[in-house]
């Protein structure tokens, strides 16, 4: 049995931030990456898999534009939404604010876009 000697490298990450050097500790850099990548998992994962963004066939500047602010306009909904609805022990997700807002033959959707104060999708 030959034992084979592994081989060590090192691996130079970079990360590009506002604060001084005297104040960015390793600790706090640890703290700048995690907050990006939360970021990433939580607002890309709901954009890419729920709301299918990466497959957009929408090539005008300004269309893509709208559709963006929508599309977060949707997500931002429905974390206020599953953060309320969290409270009943069911295992909610993006998909099902949009099953919710699609009950009722939009209406929810049709209420929450034209509300003066937004709270359709509370019901």
């Known amino acids: 049995m030959v034992?084979?000697?592994?081989?060590?490298?090192?691996?130079?990450?970079?990360?590009?931030?506002?604060?001084?050097?005297?104040?960015?500790?390793?600790?706090?850099?640890?703290?700048?990456?995690?907050?990006?990548?939360?970021?990433?998992?939580?607002?890309?994962?709901?954009?890419?898999?729920?709301?299918?963004?990466d497959r957009s066939r929408v090539r005008t500047p300004n269309a893509a534009l709208v559709l963006a602010m929508f599309r977060r306009v949707v997500v931002s909904f429905a974390i206020a939404w599953h953060r309320e609805k969290s409270k009943t022990r069911k295992r909610l997700s993006t998909r099902c604010f949009l099953d919710h807002l699609n009950a009722d033959n939009h209406r929810r959707a049709f209420e929450l876009v034209t509300a003066k104060s937004p709270n359709a999708w509370k019901n």
């Open 3 to 53: 034992l084979r000697k592994e081989k060590k490298s090192k691996e130079t990450a970079l990360l590009l931030t506002s604060l001084p050097a005297d104040k960015a500790s390793g600790e706090d850099l640890k703290a700048i990456k995690r907050q990006y990548w939360a970021i990433e998992s939580q607002l890309h994962y709901r954009l890419d898999n729920v709301l299918d963004e």
